[in-house]
């Protein structure tokens, strides 16, 4: 089931038009959704996967307009991870933050509702968990991180899935025995950037 989050509404209404409602959380993983079956795969560079629509042009068939939905944390069971719902909130708006100033800073237009030929877009972090040095017993200071990335585009309009990219990142050193907010903002304000310089590529073919 989909937990939503509180979250400071004024700020999400000023900081991120487009969003229709607060970032989600789950502890299930999502897998493969059953409406991604008509992506093909297109690319795989080490950790990273990528899917597109067979006969789509973004470049010909789509406008460089976006409608980012709020971004998802996917919680693996038995992860042993306790964020708070704060913190969660606070994660997920810097996520959802970097990839739009990334998109605005990039010849990118936000729109607040569906239209022709506009993007949807959703970010999800899932399977995030601490890999703990070898013979510890318990979590400590030195550990690292591991997370999924998931990019997922569909057309703004009808819904239909249209690209999917997913990386495998592990994170730098931790600094005490618990994993904050602030070890997780490098590698996301890194993955927003890729998905941006990903669609770029979409939109030159």
């Known amino acids: 089931?989909?937990?939503?989050?509180?979250?400071?509404a004024p700020l999400l209404a000023g900081l991120l038009a487009g969003c229709t409602a607060a970032p989600q959380t789950r502890?299930?993983?999502?897998?493969?959704p059953d409406d991604h079956?008509?992506?093909?795969?297109?690319?795989?560079?080490?950790d990273v996967r990528y899917w597109q629509a067979s006969g789509v042009a973004l470049a010909e068939q789509?406008?460089?307009?976006?409608?980012?939905?709020?971004?998802?944390l996917v919680l693996s069971e038995g992860s042993g991870l306790d964020f708070t719902a704060r913190e969660i909130d606070t994660l997920l708006f810097f996520f959802q933050r970097q990839l739009r100033r990334e998109l605005l800073s990039n010849g990118y237009e936000m729109v607040g509702q569906p239209e022709p030929q506009a993007l949807r877009i959703q970010l999800s972090v899932t399977g995030l968990k601490r890999t703990p040095q070898a013979d510890a017993a318990e979590p400590q200071a030195g550990d690292r991180f591991s997370l999924f990335f998931d990019a997922d585009v569909k057309d703004a309009m009808s819904g239909a899935a249209l690209a999917r990219?997913?990386?495998?990142?592990?994170?730098?050193?931790?600094?005490?025995?618990r994993i904050r907010v602030e070890d997780l903002r490098p590698v996301l304000a890194s993955k927003a950037r890729e998905a941006r310089e990903r669609l770029d590529r979409a939109f030159q073919r």
């Open 1 to 8: 089931m989909i937990l939503k989050l509180s979250i400071i």
């Open 27 to 32: 502890s299930e993983n999502p897998g493969f």
């Open 37 to 46: 079956a008509a992506l093909a795969p297109r690319a795989e560079h080490g």
């Open 62 to 72: 789509y406008r460089k307009r976006v409608l980012l939905e709020p971004p998802r």
């Open 165 to 177: 990219s997913t990386s495998f990142v592990v994170g730098g050193e931790l600094a005490d025995s």
